[in-house]
């Protein structure tokens, strides 16, 4: 009888205590780093959507143990940030205590599935010892000036109660909480990541193994735009107010110029402008919405002209209408654009809103007649455009730029939409800033040989709403005294946000007990970078550009060898409830793996769970799925001994199978490789469920990544004294997985007009022979000239007649 329970708990004992997969440093075999995106424990636990993703690359680090790597598969937990503290104070308990819990039980959880985890190696982002480096490496972006002060409007959160960056919006919304996000200027600390905007765009050439999707999400956050900053002077003042535009081309169709509401010139501009309350109005209605509300494409566009202001175009002298709207912003370009409504449908909409001219300067390279009742916004041919008319847009906006240059008037210029890191958080439970606040020196870092710098241990940690952490109410730890001067100061009072730890995780668990370095560098030369890194697809705008970027630091500054984290990467695809949403306890549809573990066992949950579909692609859950897979592994519990020679049909198709299933764990292919093993036991029921035991040896490893527990126990079963893990993953016979015969093709014109049953690896000659013997293929031959054979061997002939 297969119990499952005692099974499974019988060999994850003795690969506890043999420490099976403890992972040695030595270099004599090749390395394989295969990696999980470390999950936040939360205080509900694992739902059996969790560990897809963790199956997937177990199975795939035990393949590669068997191929005679040294392999890395790492779990740890990113432990700090909103999430737990929101839990704590729902609780009422200490996020720490809070957090040593909920990581006691995932653990507890991730156990259950046997899963190849060496756990000496377990990183905890809330751990001294661990964000000692993350304060660490703080400190060496604020020595290069990458950290730095900050006093602009940010995300604000008024249920969390405090800044968020763009990445931790979703539809202008706090991703955590779902609260409409408001603008608050705040002092903060920010990171320079717009420094490596060009490296992290241009390193995505590097990663031929990421999927193309994720490296599109990327390049659209960060978003390279190149083109022209042009200044148009203001008239009757000594202002002027400088634009970015990467469509110079289109300047003679300027009809207004729009300024972000927060642009500091609208202030500077108050005397002049005759409806100033008008203006004041607007900006105060404005001022709270984020970005992403403010760029939205669909919404309704609202502005307010600057009466009495107007702005002169530098190309042609004429003055133009100055408008604030809110769809620009002041942190993108100059804060400044000029409108060109007939070739922007941004600026079309808002002319039309406002009857504003419209003129149209670009016309189609092809004569094409324009749809007046839209903007045109392709490039094409310049017209009414100066000494500029009849010049294609491309070449128009070079000689345009370079003119700007030569008169003084504007110059070239890259922007990006991706924004500097805003990396203050006003809440306790993160990693404190090491920086300290002298009235003397200024801002000053704490010295390095007292890191970390710890948490004070309070009761009251609820953020204060105001804009100041918790920790600033707590005297003791704020006043200290300035490590430059000596004289009294005050600590640096926000956290880290929660995607700081996460940032670089990958690196300690190469290292996790080094108390003097991030990481040693022989042992990260050896083991970087991370070959394979799995996880969500919602990571590609955040965490993964964050860590993208924190390590090119590491890399500049020789901490790392390589400039890229990551060499390959692949996204899960979510597992839905059986009603086909998404898992909720607001839909009573979440299922807990501890009970699929207790009741069918971890092996049909982790063979499930790769059989449910495409890795990458959404599924549904299904309890008759599992009960399948259950007795799937039932039969393969029955299969029995045999001293004779197995059917040549059942050895072939095993030789098969080995091949099969080695290429679809490499391709994460799951559960192809999962239908081939079903089919191969069939075959074997079908020839009387016996195997000989060479054979039966060759099937219990090619299973044992999926089904480790039964693999384990039916191998020793049959008198192997050492783990099925340690044994050479098999060996195929390549003229054994040959078929005797093959359904070949036979087209007419492409047409598929037969199927012929023919030897595997039949001469070109020969087919044709056959085929026009076949009566099907004779008809359509008939009074036919043949002018062409397309042959592809063991596939199709294609005979093409006229």
């Not at 700090?80 to 006691?104: D, Q």
């Not at 939205?296 to 190309?315: H, I, Q, S, W, Y």
């Not at 054994?736 to 199927?755: C, P």
Request: aromatic share 12%; hydrophobic share 40%.
């Amino acid at each position: 009888m297969y119990d499952h329970q005692n099974l499974e708990k019988k060999w994850q004992a003795e690969w506890q205590k043999t420490k099976l997969y403890k992972v040695g440093d030595g270099q004599e075999k090749p390395k394989y780093y295969i990696l999980d995106m470390f999950p936040y424990p939360s205080g509900e636990g694992l739902h059996v959507g969790h560990p897809k993703g963790y199956i997937a690359t177990d199975i795939f680090a035990r393949l590669k143990m068997m191929q005679g790597y040294n392999v890395l598969h790492p779990m740890g937990f990113d432990a700090f940030g909103l999430p737990a503290e929101n839990y704590a104070i729902k609780n009422k308990i200490h996020p720490r205590v809070a957090t040593e819990v909920n990581m006691a039980n995932y653990r507890r959880q991730l156990e259950l599935l046997g899963l190849t985890y060496d756990w000496e190696r377990q990183v905890n982002t809330t751990d001294p010892e661990y964000y000692k480096w993350t304060q660490w490496t703080f400190l060496k972006m604020f020595e290069q000036g990458l950290a730095f002060e900050s006093y602009e409007p940010i995300n604000w959160c008024p249920s969390c109660k405090t800044g968020l960056a763009n990445e931790d919006l979703e539809d202008g919304k706090c991703e955590r909480c779902g609260s409409q996000v408001e603008q608050k200027p705040m002092r903060q600390w920010v990171l320079r990541i717009t420094n490596y905007a060009d490296r992290l765009l241009a390193d995505l050439e590097k990663l031929p193994d990421w999927e193309e999707p994720i490296k599109d999400m990327q390049r659209h956050w960060i978003g390279r735009s190149e083109g022209a900053e042009i200044d148009f002077s203001l008239k009757n003042t000594d202002l002027s107010i400088k634009v970015f535009t990467t469509r110079v081309d289109t300047i003679f169709g300027c009809t207004y110029v729009v300024i972000a509401p927060e642009n500091k010139l609208v202030a500077e501009l108050k005397d002049q402008i005759k409806n100033w309350s008008e203006v004041e109005a607007y900006i105060e209605q404005v001022k709270n919405k984020s970005n992403l509300e403010r760029t939205d494409l669909n919404k309704d566009k609202t502005g307010v002209e600057l009466v009495g202001v107007e702005a002169v175009n530098p190309f042609n002298g004429e003055a133009v209408k100055v408008f604030i709207a809110d769809y620009v912003l002041n942190s993108y370009g100059t804060g400044a654009v000029m409108a060109v409504p007939a070739h922007d449908e941004r600026d079309w909409e808002f002319a039309q809103k406002y009857n504003l001219i419209i003129k149209p300067v670009i016309m189609p390279k092809n004569s094409e007649i324009i749809d007046k009742s839209v903007a045109f916004t392709a490039d094409g041919i310049l017209v009414d455009s100066g000494n500029f008319s009849d010049l294609d847009s491309a070449l128009a906006r070079t000689r345009m730029i370079e003119w700007l240059e030569r008169e003084k008037k504007g110059n070239r210029k890259v922007n990006y939409k991706l924004q500097d890191w805003v990396f203050s958080r006003q809440r306790y439970w993160g990693e404190p800033i090491p920086i300290i606040h002298c009235a003397k020196c200024g801002t000053v870092a704490v010295p390095y040989d007292q890191l970390p710098l710890t948490l004070p241990e309070v009761e009251s940690y609820e953020p204060s709403g105001t804009g100041e952490s918790p920790l600033a109410t707590i005297a003791d730890w704020v006043n200290t005294t300035c490590p430059k001067c000596g004289g009294p100061a005050q600590r640096e009072t926000n956290t880290m946000p929660q995607w700081a730890g996460s940032s670089w995780y990958y690196l300690r668990y190469i290292d996790p007990k080094n108390n003097s370095a991030l990481v040693d560098p022989v042992k990260e030369k050896y083991w970087s970078p991370v070959d394979f890194y799995v996880g969500g697809a919602e990571h590609a705008t955040r965490h993964l550009i964050y860590a993208r970027f924190w390590h090119k630091f590491l890399y500049d500054i020789k901490v790392v060898s390589s400039e890229e984290p990551f060499a390959k990467l692949k996204a899960v695809g979510l597992i839905m409830g059986e009603d086909g949403r998404k898992m909720s306890k607001r839909w009573g549809n979440v299922i807990n793996p501890d009970e699929v573990v207790e009741k069918y066992g971890a092996d049909s949950l982790r063979l499930y769970e790769m059989f449910m579909g495409p890795f990458s692609e959404a599924g549904a859950w299904s309890t008759n799925g599992l009960v399948g897979v259950r007795k799937f592994l039932e039969r393969i519990y029955n299969i029995a001994l045999s001293p004779e020679a197995d059917a040549p049909v059942v050895v072939n198709l095993l030789h098969k199978t080995i091949k099969k299933v080695a290429e679809d764990i490499l391709e994460f292919k799951f559960n192809t490789a999962v239908s081939a093993m079903m089919i191969l036991v069939n075959a074997i029921s079908d020839a009387g469920g016996k195997l000989n035991e060479a054979n039966y040896a060759r099937f219990l490893q090619i299973l044992a990544p999926f089904a480790p527990h039964l693999s384990e126990e039916l191998w020793a079963k049959i008198g192997q004294n050492y783990s099925i893990f340690q044994s050479p993953w098999p060996a195929y016979d390549p003229a054994l997985i040959k078929d005797e015969t093959i359904t070949l093709v036979v087209q007419i014109n492409g047409k598929v007009r037969a199927n012929l049953s023919v030897p595997a690896d039949i001469a070109e000659s020969e087919v044709l022979t056959l085929a026009q013997a076949d009566e099907t293929i004779k008809k359509w031959l008939e009074g036919k000239e043949v002018i062409k054979k397309i042959f592809v061997k063991n596939k199709l002939l294609n005979i093409v007649i006229k």
